[in-house]
């Protein structure tokens, strides 16, 4: 371990400054009739020259610090390095500015004034580039002195390079102010007395500790647990945030401080070495916090060095640089940085934990509230006690219970059916009796986990509980590794344990959901499976091979395990190797496809299965991120569910493709038979193909008509329309196919030159060679409504190239937006281009996939080969999410077949690749 000179005493700073030659010792007293003496020239020298010396010394420990982290100075080490070298230059600099103030001023600052450290400098908790709270405290009689006190230090300070939180009270103000703001009275708590007179700053704690003592400190506790939760609200409310505040969010530095801040007004005790002696935290908890709190502060204390300035949140990119700073390496299946957040997330658990406990007793322990459990308190089944809303085993009970791991099961099992927590008085005690039950046999214990799991109502807090307690990882050992696991990308939010607990968390909400989730999930009889089969999804992550693969087997070893049938057992193994699959045809693949629907079908098997595939598909999806479940999300997946369960019940709403179409066309008929020539309307009614007339509301439909109508003969028509809620522009495209070969391409190449980000693309080409083609983007221009200038400027860019007055080349030849991306945050790994070809889902189109880093114009590029290779798009499905993009496009040959041929599969997938490289090549150009 590095050792920092002067981290325990002030001797390297007085050192420094008598070798930097100032005429003062910065905690010598200092001559008062100096200022008297010194004329005002002589004085301002000398206060410049010592701010300037301030300044450089400043700098040079700051570095000195700073390369004593380097080579691995504890985080508590720095802090206190830090706070010694602040304390010589305020000491030294006070010194000065009270040189500088009138004799009788001066001579009032030992007895009539004080500076006092607040917050994290009063805590001696400062990082390198922490504002240094300071408060100026005086009598009222001083107020002259103090004020001109207070400007000078506070000027000099500024001017020596220190970023300053200040302030100038009296004792009536401290109190008035600590009584109105809690920010206040938690900083005073903590302040610390640095110089001027020690009985004012001494009278001062006094005071504010008289504020929260007997039943005040109820009503204190209470507003700041609200202040926290609020803070947790603004900066992460979960422990496991994708990019945490070290400081404040849940799990952060700012639970070290509750827990101090509590104490002190609880019990009177304000270090942690204190807390652990007077039995208020157990042995093990205080490991924890002291563990947890090196590793954050020494992370935070980092990410300030580097930054050169405050910097308390751990983005994308400091987390591979620290990653690679705490000693951490790529192993297969896990990144360095993988490895480094889950040992974060770990310690930032173990925080949120502790805190949790601590407070839960200190919120126990007044009187009126251990009066009130005990009026509460009744018996259950004579082996438990209700207390308080809280269930635990009847004292004589506990022995047992805590030895056991399939009566402990059973307690979570029982407090999971009434609704209520297990007493929080008992965890500790869990959680040390779990490590002692290595090699128990678990089989009855199971038996009761999976018998809990079949009854919703309250498990995701009873499995939270199992699962933040150890005892979850008893019963499936796979868990364990989850614990803290991150995948080191902008689509998940959450670690693989959180995500994981929230799937149960999502799925148990359907319970009372009004729409088919929810009827789906009442309806599953086997809720145990669909439980389990969420813990299991994604526990193959953090290894070299397929998640879903590896958990097949992860999946067969739990139904040994846990002693399930044969049948449920092959449930358990579809659900968890096959959790991505509906997900993948709702949102990838045409599902208005008979094939695929009945293909689907079969795979399912059974209603029940397909219930629970749906369910967990939406779990799945919901747990990923706070805005990933949208409702143009349910209604994707709740269609394929709806037609899926009509192949296998006929129990759903009819969804035959060629009924549903006539009834459609039925119905967009009547609409429009007033309006235009009948004999017009049938022909382009009944040209319409099936998927144009299932994927498109009938009000669009109606509309495509009506413009159809109107427009003349052999012309270009384009329509837009805005929707605020999306801030997506639809450009509908109306032409023949035979005006000009590679419409798609080029209609794309012109929205990509003009700025647009394609979102979506629908393309629909009728019997009769109508071309009605939809796309729906994102105007980067705008952050509302495009103006009606802009709508039909592009409008007519479009119609000029489809005939033939302007090329796309062109367009791109005169626009600095084609090949620019999405900025990826640095250090984030880049996905490779992947080109899959499809032969398998479709009996009419070859289906070609796209998987690449997203570019604007990327869409052109693609359209375009695939037109220069001899291929027709029937059908295009356009997904941009953050930096990636998937383009899913039916093709068939120019005779309208399927493309069969090895060679020539091989041939297009290498085209598309080449095309991609080039054009990320030539973008990458300056």
């Known amino acids: 371990m590095t050792r920092i000179p002067g981290i325990c005493h002030l001797s390297f700073i007085i050192c420094h400054f008598r070798a930097t030659s100032l005429p003062l010792d910065p905690l010598a007293p200092l001559p008062l009739k100096l200022a008297s003496e010194a004329s005002r020239k002589t004085m301002s020298d000398l206060v410049s020259s010592h701010i300037q010396d301030a300044r450089q010394y400043l700098m040079r420990r700051r570095a000195e610090i700073g390369q004593s982290h380097a080579a691995g100075a504890t985080g508590a080490q720095v802090a206190a ?36 450290a607040l917050g994290g400098y009063g805590r001696a908790e400062l990082s390198p580039f922490s504002d240094v709270d300071l408060m100026f405290l005086y009598r009222p009689g001083a107020r002259r002195g103090a004020e001109e006190l207070c ?18 009270r009296t ?17 005073l708590l903590e302040g610390r007395h640095i110089l001027g007179s020690s009985w004012l700053t001494g009278e001062l704690r006094e005071r504010i500790e008289r504020l929260t003592r007997g039943r005040r ?34 799990g952060g530095l700012r639970e070290l401080h509750l827990i101090r801040w509590i104490a002190h007004v609880r019990y009177g005790v304000a270090g942690f070495d204190r807390l652990e002696q007077e039995r208020l935290l157990s042995a093990e908890d205080a490991a924890m916090l002291a563990e947890a709190r090196e590793f954050i502060l020494r992370a935070r204390n980092d990410l300030h060095f580097k930054a050169g300035r405050a910097q308390d949140v751990l983005t994308l990119h400091e987390q591979v640089r620290l990653a690679a ?11 360095a940085v993988e490895q480094f957040m889950q040992r974060f997330y770990r310690h930032s658990s173990a925080l949120e934990e502790v805190a949790e406990r601590f407070v839960r007793r200190c919120r126990g322990s007044s009187l009126w509230r251990r009066l009130g459990r005990f009026l509460t308190q009744r018996r259950v089944n004579g082996q438990y006690v209700v207390t308080g809303g809280a269930l635990a085993p009847v004292p004589e009970a506990r022995p047992a219970v805590l030895s056991n791991l399939e009566r402990l099961v059973s307690l979570f099992s029982l407090a999971n059916q009434m609704g209520l927590e297990v007493d929080d008085s008992l965890w500790e005690q869990i959680r040390n009796a779990v490590s002692l039950l290595d090699g128990q046999d678990a089989t009855a214990a199971r038996r009761v986990f999976l018998a809990m799991l079949a009854t919703p109502g309250h498990l995701d807090s009873t499995v939270r509980r199992l699962a933040s307690l150890g005892v979850l990882e008893k019963l499936i050992p796979e868990f364990a590794h989850a614990r803290g696991l991150i995948q080191f990308n902008q689509y998940h939010k959450y670690t693989v344990d959180e995500h994981t607990l929230l799937c149960v968390a999502h799925a148990e909400a359907f319970q009372d959901d009004p729409g088919p989730l929810g009827h789906a999930y009442r309806g599953i009889h086997h ?9 299991l999804h994604d526990l193959g992550k953090g290894f070299e091979d397929d998640h879903s693969a590896l958990g097949y087997d992860i999946a067969l070893r739990t139904a040994d395990r846990f002693g399930l049938e044969a049948h449920l057992r092959d449930i358990l193994v579809f659900l968890v190797r096959h959790h991505l699959l509906m997900a993948h045809l709702a949102f990838r693949r045409d599902t208005s496809d008979e094939q695929l629907l009945a293909r689907f079908a079969r795979q399912v098997g059974t209603p029940e299965v397909l219930k629970m595939l749906f369910v967990l598909t939406a779990a799945d999806i919901a747990s990923v991120g706070p805005e990933a479940w949208t409702t143009w999300k349910a209604d994707v997946l709740g269609g394929l569910y709806a037609r899926t369960m009509e192949k296998l019940t006929g129990d759903f709403p009819s969804l035959h493709p060629d009924e549903d179409a006539a009834a459609v066309r039925d119905q ?84 990509a030159a003009s700025g647009l980000q394609i979102l979506n693309a629908q393309i629909s080409t009728h019997q009769d060679g109508v071309v009605v083609d939809r796309f729906e983007a994102i105007d980067l221009d705008y952050e509302g409504e495009p103006p009606p200038a802009r709508l039909s400027g592009v409008s007519a860019t479009v119609r000029q190239v489809l005939l033939g007055q302007k090329t796309v080349e062109s367009l791109f030849s005169h626009s600095n937006r084609i090949g620019s991306r999405y900025q990826k945050p640095e250090g984030m790994p880049q996905e490779p281009t992947q080109i899959q070809i499809d032969n398998d889902t479709s009996e009419r189109f070859t289906i070609l996939e796209v998987f690449a880093n997203d570019r604007q114009g990327l869409l052109y590029v693609v359209a375009r080969t695939i037109f220069e290779l001899g291929l027709s798009v029937s059908l295009a499905k356009i997904t941009t999410s953050l930096d990636q993009v998937l383009d899913v496009f039916y093709v068939t040959d120019l005779s309208g077949k399927k493309v069969t041929r090895e060679r020539r599969l091989e041939e297009i997938r290498a085209r598309l690749a080449e095309s991609i490289e080039e054009f990320e090549a030539q973008s990458a150009q300056p």
Not at 90 to 112: C, N, Y
Not at 171 to 187: G, M, W
């Open 668 to 751: 967009v008929f009547r609409a429009l038979a007033e309006e235009v020539r009948e004999d017009w309307l049938q022909e382009h009614i009944d040209s319409m193909t099936p998927h144009y007339l299932l994927s498109n509301p009938v009000e669009r439909i109606i509309e495509h008509l009506r413009t159809m109508y109107r427009a003349p003969a052999g012309d270009v028509q384009v329509t837009t329309a805005y929707h605020p809620s999306t801030r997506v522009t639809a450009y509908t495209v109306y032409t023949l196919d035979r005006i000009m070969p590679g419409l798609f391409s080029k209609i794309a190449g012109v929205l």
């Open 151 to 168: 400007n000078r230090l506070v000027r000099d300070l500024w001017d020596a390079g220190l970023v300053l939180g200040s302030s100038l």
């Open 217 to 250: 400190a109820d009503r204190f506790v209470e507003v700041m647990l609200l202040e926290r939760a609020a803070e947790q609200a603004r900066f992460g409310s979960s422990a496991h945030l994708l990019e945490p505040n070290l400081k404040l969010s849940k």
């Open 527 to 535: 809720k145990e499976i669909l439980h389990l089969a969420l813990i």
């Open 81 to 116: 390095a830090l706070t010694v070298m602040t304390d010589g230059m305020v000491t030294r600099l006070t010194h000065t500015a009270v040189a500088g103030l009138t004799k009788a001023d001066a001579s009032a600052f030992e007895s009539e004034m004080a500076l006092v």
């Open 171 to 187: 004792l009536v103000e401290c109190v008035t102010l600590a009584r109105r703001d809690l920010s206040v009275h938690t900083a």
């Open 325 to 335: 700073a705490f000693g951490f390496r790529d192993r297969p299946g896990l990144l």
